[in-house]
């Protein structure tokens, strides 16, 4: 989506104006159900995964866990063996649903977003100016995904309360409306969005780091036009590094998100993190370093799955003129 845009300030109106080569090669919106049906898909495929995933990362802050009600999981396997033991083969989609209708608009309007953003800045050459297509490439990645994280956040939210619910049967919550009205009774529309800060923080971090470093490098790919094998497997490897570069920076955030999550429909004076900073200091000192990325080995994994929504995200557009 490269698209050059002229601005005219009219009154108290903006109009952002596409030229001729605009219109044909897509819009925005285009881009938003392109990107958001790829996600959806690929988050239903890989849900058994990312459920353990999360459960391995938040299970030191639950309260089941910490009352001693719940065993914690001693790794991937056993939590694999007791989630389909103990709550059935179903549970594994749990929150599933919300998933998709988070991940679509997110992972949708983070593409769209970060094509965008690259469409405000300068077209600059990387064979002369390589360090500012490098920054703008960072910058338009991570503004695109802090963007999408603002928008999508209270779904955001309810994932991980559905998915981090280690109650057997139908769960603490029944679907998506009961989790959010729940939450908004105990503490308010604010108790949606706690952990906001570190969410746009990793958010920005993550999506600078993954599309900004795969936009750089497919820049330099002599097969990024191709629409056979070789643009495809090129695309994926170029994916793959990209997001595991990142992976190691980004989780961090994650695990204090979800975390603080966990908290929202508590009281103040019942909950464990004052702050992001408060939880990540106090998840270093009662468990260590690698607490912080607990569940990061299915995590490697399930981003395959993110790995083959921006592949064939960016391969459908080239396969259909857009990019």
Do not use: H
């Amino acid at each position: 989506f490269s698209t050059n845009f002229s601005f005219s300030f009219r009154t108290q109106n903006l109009f952002i104006m596409g030229g001729e080569k605009g219109k044909k090669k897509g819009s925005f919106w285009k881009d938003m159900a392109l990107g958001g049906t790829i996600g959806a898909v690929s988050k239903t495929i890989m849900s058994p995964v990312e459920r353990v995933k999360i459960l391995m990362q938040t299970m030191d802050s639950n309260p089941k866990v910490i009352s001693g009600e719940v065993k914690p999981y001693s790794g991937v396997v056993d939590c694999f063996r007791r989630v389909a033991a103990e709550q059935g083969i179903g549970a594994f989609w749990r929150g599933n649903l919300v998933n998709c209708l988070r991940y679509a608009p997110q992972q949708g309007s983070a593409l769209a977003f970060n094509d965008f953003f690259k469409g405000l800045f300068p077209k600059y050459d990387k064979n002369t100016d390589f360090p500012k297509f490098f920054a703008a490439n960072l910058l338009a990645g991570g503004l695109g995904g802090g963007t999408a994280m603002v928008i999508c956040y209270p779904l955001d939210y309810a994932r991980t309360r559905l998915a981090s619910d280690l109650t057997a049967g139908e769960g603490q919550f029944n679907g998506i409306l009961d989790c959010l009205t729940k939450t908004i009774k105990q503490q308010g529309v604010v108790g949606l969005y706690r952990g906001t800060a570190v969410s746009i923080a990793g958010a920005f971090v993550y999506r600078a780091g993954q599309l900004g470093l795969y936009g750089t490098v497919m820049g330099f790919n002599p097969y990024k036009k191709d629409k056979g094998v070789k643009g495809l497997v090129s695309a994926i490897v170029i994916g793959t590094v990209a997001r595991t570069v990142i992976l190691p920076f980004n989780y961090p955030f994650d695990t204090v998100r979800r975390r603080m999550m966990l908290e929202s429909d508590l009281p103040k004076e019942q909950r464990q993190y004052k702050s992001g900073i408060d939880c990540a200091r106090k998840v270093m000192a009662a468990e260590g370093f690698a607490g912080m990325y607990k569940g990061a080995f299915p995590e490697i994994f399930r981003g395959f799955g993110g790995v083959m929504v921006i592949v064939l995200y960016d391969r459908l557009k080239n396969y259909l003129g857009m990019n």
